[in-house]
């Protein structure tokens, strides 16, 4: 029987990067009812970073991030509402506040070697009743046999099923096939991916890991999210749709909404710019695009130094108050 590919939207989580946390509840209601109506399985809402995220750090969100789940709440009838939480950031009683807005899922999202610190997150959500997702990120940065062992430990805690991201826009598609292959080998639960489109392969990417078994692909309307975006949902919906792969997506809905939700909020248009295109180059972390490009203007740099550098030392999510201290290290010193 052939699997139907469930397509999560992440436009209102991802996508947060890029309107610099600036989502109203107005937008969310619109955006997640649209999405709801064209049968999207999971709609993903939070601060970029996920619950906690709004910070000086990460970036302070306009509107309290549980006010956005509760409004999304209201208008969400078919699809699983859901948030994602970064042990470090987010806290298990963040993840409690937001099931109590109407959030049903979560995705624990951890470096791709780190997997060991969602268990206590994973754990508290089955225990609220929540689906709960393994979510390795960085995974350009890992062998897929080394990936393989991480996301064996997630399904260990009880994750539903395990996503790989490809936070950078780094990878092409034969290494997303591998560690796809790699992970539906290694656990007996469904596998997902998470694309960026830095190098312009975010569509390819998705289809890649399509063929080689994943079954929960992310995306976002107009490719709304960190660095050059994601996977452009209503485009990858178009592709499914001419490959005869089955989503439950209303390809023309999605094309409608991204129109009329998501077009008129957009600070800039989703292009591969240099910035960008550095990111999956280099390969560092894509929301960290924006922070780059202050910290060049502050020290009057040139973005793509910054992250040639933030590359070469393997700076990671989460440490994006090294963004700062990189650029200032090469305004004085030149290295």
């Keep these: ?80 509402l859901t948030v994602l939480l970064l042990p470090g950031i987010g806290t298990i009683e963040d993840l409690k506040k937001a099931h109590a807005c109407g959030a049903q ?69 034969d290494e997303v096939t591998a560690r796809v292959t790699a992970v539906r080998n290694a656990v007996k639960i469904p596998v997902g991916f998470h694309a960026h489109n830095n190098l312009s392969m975010a569509v390819a990417n998705s289809i890649a890991a399509v063929e080689a078994g994943a079954v929960y692909i992310d995306a976002t309307l107009r490719g709304l999210g960190a660095g050059a975006g994601n996977t452009q949902i209503e485009v990858l919906s178009g592709v499914l749709k001419r490959k005869g792969i089955l989503t439950n997506t209303d390809f023309y809905g999605l094309m409608d909404v991204a129109q009329e939700c998501v077009d008129p909020l957009m600070l800039r248009p989703q292009t591969v710019d240099n910035g960008s295109l550095m990111l999956g180059y280099a390969g560092v972390y894509s929301s960290f695009l924006l922070h780059v490009y202050d910290a060049a203007k502050k020290y009057n740099l040139e ?33």
């Design 1 to 80: 029987m052939e699997q139907t590919i469930r397509i999560v939207d992440t436009t209102m989580r991802d996508g947060s990067h890029a309107v610099r946390h600036s989502f109203t509840q107005e937008q969310v209601r619109a955006i997640a009812s649209g999405l709801d109506q064209c049968g999207v399985s999971l709609i993903e809402i939070s601060h970029g970073d996920g619950l906690g995220g709004s910070s000086y750090t990460y970036g302070f969100s306009k509107n309290d991030e549980f006010l956005l789940i509760q409004a999304a709440a209201e208008v969400i009838k078919n699809g699983k």
């Design 105 to 173: 899922a979560v995705r624990v999202a951890t470096h791709v070697t780190e997997a060991d610190v969602s268990e206590q997150h994973i754990s508290a959500a089955r225990k609220l009743g929540m689906m709960a997702v393994g979510f390795l990120m960085m995974v350009h940065t890992s062998s897929p046999e080394l990936i393989a062992e991480q996301a064996k430990k997630m399904e260990s805690y009880g994750a539903e099923y395990i996503n790989l991201a490809d936070s950078a826009g780094y990878l092409l598609p």
């Design 303 to 335: 973005p793509r130094d910054i992250l040639v550098e933030l590359g070469r030392r393997k700076i990671i999510g989460g440490q994006e108050d090294m963004i700062l201290n990189i650029a200032h290290q090469l305004r004085n010193h030149g290295s």
